[in-house]
């Protein structure tokens, strides 16, 4: 059985690697820029795309790749006063109301419960039978708690919760990084659980030597596997009926192609309208992908009014949730944001590799003020996505991560392009999942159908 997969994120390395260990022959060709989109550390030791670490724990282990995984230790509010909030799993430390000191505790404990069962119905190729009994194992109250918050806006629930406007404020930027919609929108709560199910909400992990580590470690993996990989930037021709893909002059005969790239791109680029009922076309066309991700790399030393106990955190400058809103008022309208929401990172003091002047900001709603400190500036948004890595309108998620993409939009319901031997193994799959799940899932399909003919 020959199996082709296009692309090389974590989700195409896992479908690699699992068809390998199933007896097939594997080839995976990648015809953008840079090979692992969207992790990339460049020459200078940042990241180009996304720098927090998705790759599952289990599927590490499963196919020995030994991964040296460093935690931030949590993330830090900075008040335009000096003052500052800081946020761990366990506690706030700094300045805040009492009140929120209190009710922090209990609000963790909420997120994990709702992400507990989020994360399944996310994570999991189908809904496990017990997740009811789970849920209402919750009790009456924490139940229904759990039921309404995907619905909530970031607002609603921040206010409810706390009194501290730079805490709602960081808590707010970490849902809605990367995201086109503003904290006072119904649903953004859903946000901040998927980051949430994800682990790296408060404690975002990477890869000692940054994600291009990641990527050479499922490399060397999939190599001793005897996956054939080919990278050779260009425009890719599929002939579905010949079942070819043809990329630079080189011709990839398959019996079976798993694309890892979106499912808009997938079906617009890599497939040839002609192939697609009209439907399908129309269909595709409303997957929604508006990229507002702007990642700064700096040269800068660490400002001695800042806490040292922060050094190793993620820094909100001047969090709010007004100001956020605002700053999404003015993307909506195709303005330049005057108080966009910034994140600062000193890769060094978590990764010692890493160089020490290095500076890693993200630019919410693809736009921001960094500390006039900060030289050597380089930046890169939903432009660089697309052209050097395939993402439509620049978004790196693998299309938008709302409730409505999220749960019926993303793959396409009720619509099944019939082109043989061609799927989907991405976040397309899986909204913003690059843990390798989706890929190891789409193997497993292709799997569990051959054994069924």
Same mark, same amino acid.
């Given at each position: 059985?020959?199996?082709?997969?296009?692309?090389?994120?974590?989700?195409?390395?896992?479908?690699?690697?699992?068809?390998?260990?199933?007896?097939?022959?594997?080839?995976?060709?990648?015809?953008?820029?840079?090979?692992?989109?969207p992790y990339?550390?460049?020459?200078?030791?940042?990241?180009?795309?996304?720098?927090?670490?998705?790759?599952?724990?289990?599927?590490?282990?499963?196919?020995?790749? *030994?991964?040296?995984?460093?935690?931030?230790?949590?993330?830090?509010?900075?008040?335009?006063?000096?003052?500052?909030?800081?946020?761990t799993?366990?506690?706030?430390?700094?300045? #805040?109301?009492?009140?929120?000191?209190?009710?922090?505790?209990?609000?963790?404990?909420?997120?994990?419960?709702?992400?507990?069962?989020?994360?399944?119905?996310?994570?999991?190729?189908?809904?496990?039978?017990?997740?009811?009994?789970?849920?209402?194992?919750?009790?009456r109250?924490q139940?229904?708690?759990?039921?309404?918050?995907?619905?909530?806006?970031?607002?609603?629930?921040?206010?409810?919760?706390?009194? !501290? $406007?730079?805490?709602?404020?960081?808590?707010? $930027?970490?849902?809605? $990084?990367?995201?086109?919609? &503003?904290?006072?929108?119904?649903?953004?709560?859903?946000?901040?659980?998927?980051?949430?199910?994800?682990?790296?909400?408060?404690?975002?992990?990477?890869?000692?030597?940054?994600s291009?580590?990641?990527?050479?470690?499922?490399?060397?993996?999939?190599?001793?596997?005897?996956?054939?990989?080919?990278?050779?930037?260009?425009?890719?021709?599929?002939?579905?009926?010949?079942?070819?893909?043809?990329?630079?002059?080189?011709?990839?005969?398959? !019996?079976?192609?798993?694309? !890892?790239?979106?499912?808009?791109?997938? #079906?617009?680029?890599?497939?040839?309208?002609?192939?697609?009922?009209?439907e399908?076309?129309? %269909?595709?066309?409303?997957v929604?992908?508006?990229?507002?991700?702007?990642? %700064?790399? %700096?040269?800068?030393?660490?400002?001695?009014?800042?806490?040292?106990?922060?050094?190793?955190?993620?820094?909100?400058?001047?969090?709010?949730?007004r100001n956020?809103?605002?700053?999404?008022?003015?993307?909506?309208?195709?303005?330049?944001?005057?108080?966009?929401?910034?994140?600062?990172?000193?890769?060094?003091?978590?990764d010692?590799?890493?160089?020490?002047?290095?500076?890693?900001?993200?630019?919410g709603?693809?736009?921001?003020?960094?500390?006039?400190?900060?030289?050597?500036?380089?930046?890169? *948004?939903?432009?660089?996505?697309?052209?050097?890595?395939?993402?439509?309108?620049?978004?790196?998620?693998?299309?938008?991560?709302?409730?409505?993409?999220?749960?019926f939009?993303?793959p396409?319901? %009720? #619509? $099944?392009?019939?082109?043989?031997?061609?799927?989907?193994?991405?976040?397309?799959?899986?909204?913003?999942?690059y843990? &390798?799940?989706?890929?190891?899932?789409?193997?497993?399909?292709?799997?569990?159908?051959?054994?069924?003919?």
């Amino acid at each position: 059985m020959k199996s082709l997969i296009f692309g090389s994120s974590p989700n195409a390395f896992s479908a690699a690697l699992s068809l390998a260990e199933a007896g097939h022959q594997v080839q995976m060709v990648e015809s953008a820029n840079h090979l692992g989109a969207p992790y990339h550390t460049l020459e200078a030791g940042g990241e180009m795309g996304l720098a927090d670490l998705h790759f599952c724990p289990q599927l590490a282990q499963r196919f020995q790749i *030994g991964l040296q995984l460093l935690h931030h230790g949590g993330r830090t509010a900075l008040r335009s006063d000096g003052s500052f909030v800081r946020a761990t799993a366990q506690q706030l430390e700094g300045i #805040y109301p009492a009140q929120d000191a209190e009710r922090w505790p209990k609000f963790v404990q909420l997120l994990d419960q709702t992400s507990a069962l989020l994360g399944q119905l996310l994570q999991s190729p189908q809904a496990p039978q017990d997740l009811g009994e789970q849920w209402r194992a919750l009790g009456r109250r924490q139940s229904l708690e759990v039921l309404r918050l995907p619905w909530m806006s970031l607002r609603d629930l921040l206010d409810e919760w706390f009194l !501290d $406007e730079a805490l709602k404020g960081m808590l707010a $930027e970490v849902a809605l $990084e990367g995201v086109a919609q &503003g904290p006072f929108a119904s649903g953004t709560v859903f946000h901040l659980l998927r980051r949430w199910v994800r682990g790296d909400a408060l404690r975002p992990a990477t890869v000692q030597g940054g994600s291009s580590a990641l990527i050479a470690a499922l490399l060397k993996a999939a190599t001793q596997k005897g996956v054939k990989i080919c990278h050779s930037p260009g425009q890719p021709q599929l002939d579905c009926s010949e079942r070819q893909l043809t990329l630079n002059d080189q011709v990839f005969a398959f !019996d079976q192609l798993l694309s !890892d790239k979106d499912a808009r791109w997938t #079906y617009t680029q890599l497939v040839s309208p002609r192939f697609l009922e009209t439907e399908f076309n129309t %269909a595709i066309h409303r997957v929604r992908g508006r990229g507002c991700w702007q990642r %700064a790399l %700096a040269q800068g030393d660490w400002p001695e009014a800042w806490p040292e106990a922060s050094q190793s955190d993620i820094i909100h400058v001047h969090p709010g949730l007004r100001n956020l809103e605002r700053a999404y008022d003015a993307l909506k309208r195709n303005q330049v944001a005057s108080q966009a929401p910034v994140q600062l990172c000193w890769p060094h003091f978590v990764d010692s590799s890493r160089p020490q002047q290095l500076v890693q900001a993200s630019l919410g709603y693809g736009s921001g003020t960094l500390p006039t400190a900060l030289t050597d500036v380089q930046t890169f *948004g939903p432009v660089d996505y697309e052209r050097e890595w395939q993402c439509p309108q620049g978004q790196l998620w693998g299309g938008e991560t709302d409730l409505s993409q999220s749960f019926f939009l993303r793959p396409i319901p %009720a #619509y $099944e392009a019939e082109l043989p031997g061609l799927d989907l193994c991405g976040a397309s799959l899986h909204p913003g999942d690059y843990s &390798g799940r989706a890929g190891h899932w789409a193997a497993q399909k292709v799997l569990q159908a051959l054994a069924a003919t």
